[in-house]
């Protein structure tokens, strides 16, 4: 009986041990970046930038067709963003599409993304997979949590009702890599994680491949009309750096695009990155 109650013992700190271990793996492993090419030529020449984001684990959004790719001597991936599966078949039709680096599909609640597209988001979400694996890419799924507002009318919490649709299950099955767009919850940590967290433990059910990303934002203010601060994008990512891979670093500007953003904020999104490179 001894013996056996020392094995099971043994066991269950082993299994324990192992998994503090692969959150310490996870903690300690090179972040994944997701932002645009506009936003690192806003501090491209500061040494903080290039040493987050230089390395293959940055997927640097850039224009197809266009000057303006990863910089000479950087290892970042070159990443074409779709907001539609209709212009992302018309890309490949026509030879437009990327032939090297990786792919987005970003669905979205906006005019962008044709009706019939975020109706049915599982389906195209698989469709533009398989349309860009066929062709050697990487491919990105970022359906945003908007999208359950069309799946699910009526009242609710917009993240509950991301989850419970599946939202990031159906995103992560065939893709490379997803972000959980709760950059909407950034200012309450504890939401914010709580929503990674489920979402993130939904996509890896789904494909254990899959790496993980979560959105944060400079383009919001706070609830209460105050501008953002670099220390709320820290806790932020404090709150899940445990339990994702890395982080879409959304820098945006007001226009046709995010009405309801701010100004451009490059100043903000540089003193959250040396916050972040001082605590790392």
């Not at 690192?40 to 290039?50: I, K, M, Q, Y």
């Not at 669905?107 to 049915?120: H, L, Y």
């Not at 908007?146 to 991301?162: F, V």
Request: proline content about 7%; some cysteine.
């Amino acid at each position: 009986m001894i013996s056996r109650f020392l094995a099971v013992f043994l066991a269950l700190g082993c299994a324990l041990t192992l998994s503090q271990s692969q959150t310490r793996v996870v903690a300690a492993s090179p972040l994944h970046w997701l932002l645009s090419r506009y936003v690192l030529d806003a501090f491209r020449t500061d040494p903080v930038a290039e040493k987050l984001f230089s390395g293959p684990e940055t997927f640097l959004i850039v224009q197809p067709n266009h000057d303006a790719r990863v910089p000479a001597g950087w290892r970042s991936t070159p990443t074409v963003s779709y907001r539609s599966y209709a212009a992302l078949e018309q890309a490949f039709s026509d030879g437009t599409a990327p032939k090297t680096g990786a792919i987005i599909y970003d669905n979205e609640k906006w005019s962008f993304t044709p009706d019939n597209e975020k109706a049915e988001p599982a389906k195209y979400m698989q469709m533009a997979a398989d349309l860009v694996h066929s062709h050697g890419l990487q491919f990105i799924s970022t359906p945003a949590m908007a999208l359950s507002s069309i799946l699910k009318p009526g009242g609710g919490a917009i993240g509950d009702k991301y989850l419970e649709l599946g939202i990031p299950r159906d995103a992560a099955r065939s893709a490379d890599v997803i972000d959980i767009q709760a950059q909407s919850l950034q200012f309450d940590p504890t939401q914010y994680a709580r929503v990674v967290t489920q979402a993130a433990q939904q996509a890896r059910a789904a494909n254990p491949h899959v790496i993980v990303i979560a959105g944060i934002t400079t383009g919001r203010d706070r609830p209460d009309g105050t501008p953002a601060t670099a220390d709320d994008l820290l806790q932020a990512v404090q709150a899940t750096r445990n339990v994702v891979d890395g982080y879409w670093l959304n820098v945006p500007a007001k226009g046709k695009d995010c009405p309801q953003c701010t100004d451009f904020r490059p100043t903000l999104a540089l003193d959250f990155l040396h916050r972040l490179d001082t605590s790392m």
